[in-house]
């Protein structure tokens, strides 16, 4: 008995490895002493920049144009609100007058070219309709559809455009 | 026991990081000895004493000092993580049917090599013993443990932890002999 208990008394001489010790206690105590005052900091400024992010953000979305026009040492002339009416007035107008001349191109050249077929198909067939200029100048158009449409039963359209072209 | 132990505690409870570090001190080689001889390797019963240590310090806000002492509470975390460690284990091989002879320990405290095999041969005959055994042999002769701390690290009376403590030294007598 008492050389059994001498003998598990040596198992007292069993001690941890040295370096496992350092190791084990640096990550136990390491870990709390970042959760105390070093955390806290941490959690600080982490929130205190998240904050100051979030303001720049909403800044940024709801005025930033318009806090940059008065901020920026650059004045910028495209954001001039008058220049731009004014601009916007005169594309307008320009519109219109083109729209103005197309028109009336459009027109002469109807009539020219509804008179060219019309003589055209006076030359080929006996059995073709009046001429449109006999009707009035309102039923113009009216007028040089049927015509058209008549021509294009006799005609095809590559004679057409080759008389044309002659 | 730590001198002064009581306050030590009371501080590490409330949170002193540094009583908390004499605590470990002292206990920490305690726990160390007691988990490697119920596991096999020195690695393992490394990984298992800081788990113990981490599990104490996660707990040790909720430590109540109800007249029982603080080594039987770490000695309670440290037989519940043995415990885990042979559940949670792969090939789960039970302790008793282990050979041994293959489990070279390292001690680079001994140097005297009639030393060293002496407490290999100890080792190797404890593991041997049920755990039961080995918790109460391990706590009353290498830790000195008086038997109401015995009884209630391992949750049982003090005529049982006797009757335990006597059953395991005659086996032990007997597996050494039998090595021999």
Same mark, same amino acid.
């Given at each position: 008995m008492e050389d059994i208990i001498k003998q598990l008394k040596k198992l007292q001489h069993i001690e941890p490895d040295r370096l496992f010790t350092e190791r084990s206690r640096a990550a136990l105590f390491g870990v709390q002493k970042s959760r105390g005052t070093w955390g806290l900091i941490l959690r600080n400024v982490e929130l205190g920049a998240s904050f100051a992010l979030a303001g720049i953000l909403i800044i940024t979305i709801f005025g930033g144009f318009s806090t940059w026009r008065f901020l920026s040492p650059f004045k910028l002339s495209n954001l001039d609100t008058t220049g731009l009416k004014a601009e916007a007035q005169a594309v307008d107008v320009q519109i219109e007058l083109t729209n103005l001349n197309y028109d009336e191109i459009i027109n002469t050249v109807n009539l020219e070219s509804t008179e060219s077929v019309s003589a055209l198909v006076k030359n080929k067939g006996k059995s073709a309709p009046l001429p449109l200029f006999e009707q009035e100048e309102g039923n113009v158009t009216e007028g040089s559809v049927t015509e058209a449409e008549e021509i294009s039963d006799t005609i095809s359209i590559e004679e057409a455009l080759e008389m044309l072209a002659k | 026991m730590l001198d002064g132990e009581l306050h030590i505690i009371k501080r590490a409870v409330e949170g002193d990081s540094s009583a908390f570090g004499q605590l470990y001190d002292h206990y920490q080689p305690k726990i160390y000895r007691f988990t490697l001889v119920k596991v096999s390797h020195r690695e393992e019963a490394e990984d298992l004493t800081h788990q113990v240590f981490l599990k104490a310090l996660q707990s040790i806000g909720s430590?109540? #000092?109800?007249?029982? *002492?603080?080594s039987s509470w770490l000695y309670r975390i440290a037989r519940n993580q043995v415990v885990d460690y042979y559940r949670t284990r792969k090939e789960t091989v039970r302790i008793e049917d282990? #050979? *041994? #002879?293959e489990m070279p320990e390292k001690h *680079?405290?001994? #140097?005297k090599l009639a030393d060293k095999i002496e407490i290999e041969r100890t080792q190797k005959a404890l593991r041997k013993l049920k755990p039961e055994y080995q918790d109460v042999i391990m706590m009353r002769f290498v830790e000195d443990l008086p038997i109401r701390e015995t009884a209630i690290a391992l949750g049982k009376t003090e005529g049982a932890v006797k009757l335990i403590q006597h059953r395991a030294i005659k086996e032990l007598k007997k597996t050494l002999t039998e090595n021999h």
């Open positions: - | 430590y109540k #000092d109800l007249g029982f *002492p603080f282990t #050979d *041994p #002879d *680079p405290a001994h #140097d």
